[in-house]
């Protein structure tokens, strides 16, 4: 099997996939523990099997779940109509889910549709290629959490840099 990898994998057996299946254990498939003793270690199930928490025995789903990744489906597939015919659903479905945040759909329109994007990034990783409009919402998001991270993360931990001495009391710590 010719399978080229950039990332360690980790194997999700989680509700959203027709088969387990080998992703890269990287933060965009998975959640990691934050603290506690699996610090560092990402969760069982990936991240789109997450929204399928608790939503096994209902009959319906709330749109504003599975949102998000109906999107990433979209711009995968490059319109709604698109992504609506590889998902094997309605295309007045897409409409609805995409436009009103206060909706809810059928589970088994919600499992195809996370079926779908768990097929569609396969065959995008598989080609090696993925969608224009996809990349562009990829780079954005880049953007703001390079952004977050500077004035979160690292401006802090800098130390100003003073003109002059310090005031004294500065490094009484
Ligand atoms: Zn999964």
Not at 5 to 22: L, R, T
Not at 87 to 116: D, E, H, M, W
Request: charged content about 25%; hydrophobic content about 25%.
């Amino acid at each position: 099997m010719t399978f080229v990898q950039q990332h360690e994998g980790k194997w999700c057996q989680g509700p959203s996939h027709e088969m387990p299946v080998y992703l890269p254990r990287t933060e965009e498939f998975f959640y990691f523990y934050r603290s506690g003793p699996k610090q560092g270690k990402p969760h069982g199930w990936c991240k789109v099997c997450h929204t399928w928490n608790g939503m096994y025995n209902r009959k319906c789903v709330p749109c504003s779940k599975i949102y998000e990744y109906v999107m990433e489906l979209v711009y995968r597939c490059g319109t709604r109509v698109e992504a609506a015919k590889y998902a094997g659903i309605g295309v007045s479905t897409i409409f609805k889910i995409t436009n009103y945040g206060q909706c809810t759909v059928q589970v088994p329109t919600a499992r195809k549709l996370l079926q779908a994007l768990d097929r569609r990034r396969r065959e995008d990783r598989a080609a090696g290629q993925v969608h224009p409009s996809l990349l562009e919402v990829r780079r954005q998001q880049e953007d703001t959490e390079k952004r977050i991270e500077r004035n979160t993360l690292y401006r802090p931990r800098t130390p100003p840099t003073f003109q002059s001495q310090p005031p004294s009391h500065y490094f009484e710590e």
